[in-house]
């Protein structure tokens, strides 16, 4: 199984600065077909997940310009600019390149 | 836009059997893939069974294989997931997800709320 390993496990922020969320995998996520299968999803208090971004950078409807993901192979980055108090949540990424999906441990991200 | 809507989740006693329904609107249901995710206590995301659009396609993790068992009515828009022989560690939120491909999960971009399954005694 391929494994995600996210960092750091916590990040305080201030209201208005940025967080980054590292996240990286034991193998290269590049399928067979070209696509990198790398999304990063937000878990805010007592709510289900929620898509932010899918295939490395590609931000989801609905989702504030705030999000960016980048990154390749092994390695990528999910990055909030400006974060605002309703950000606070962990954030988890997920490859689906090769069967089993799997999800990093998880970010919290709190004020 | 997708709505999930997961049911089924109870106490029940370890050794025994459930069902958990996942009502599917919007979108056209046989041309996606479904996922079952579930999150214990506390804990972080776990990948527990897929199947592909068709319902040909059925995926599970090592830790429920052979007893659950994953299923989709496309005609009744409607994901399953027949859980036995249940053990302690299968207590979790369960969650019913869509992906964004048809033969294969790509990413979950839609999900349900959630159904709590508790096994205990």
């Known amino acids: 199984d391929i494994v995600m390993t996210q960092t750091p496990l916590s990040s305080p922020v201030t209201l208005g600065q940025s967080a980054s969320i590292s996240c990286r995998s034991s193998q290269s996520l590049v399928h067979s077909n070209g696509n990198t299968y790398l999304s990063w999803l937000q878990q805010r208090p007592g709510q289900p997940p929620r898509l932010l971004i899918y295939?490395?950078?590609n931000r989801f409807s609905g989702v504030p310009d705030r999000f960016s993901g980048s990154g390749a192979g092994t390695d990528f980055t999910l990055k909030i600019s400006r974060v605002e108090a309703e950000d606070v949540g962990i954030y988890y990424c997920?490859?689906?390149?090769?069967?089993?999906?799997?999800f990093g441990g998880g970010t919290k991200v709190e004020i | 836009e997708v709505q999930l809507l997961e049911s089924g989740g109870d106490l029940v006693q370890p050794g025994g059997s459930l069902r958990l329904s996942c009502a599917a609107s919007g979108g056209t249901f046989s041309s996606y893939s479904m996922t079952w995710v579930r999150q214990a206590p506390g804990k972080g995301l776990d990948w527990v069974s897929s199947i592909y659009g068709s319902g040909v396609n059925t995926y599970y993790a090592d830790s429920v294989k052979g007893r659950f068992t994953i299923s989709r009515d496309n005609s009744k828009n409607t994901l399953y997931m027949q859980m036995n022989s249940l053990r302690a560690d299968d207590t979790a939120i369960y969650y019913c997800a869509k992906g964004s491909c048809n033969n294969g999960v790509c990413s979950l971009d839609y999900w349900g709320q959630g159904t709590l399954v508790t096994v205990s005694s």
């Open positions: 997920m490859q689906a390149t090769q069967f089993p999906p799997t």
């Open positions: 295939k490395i950078s």
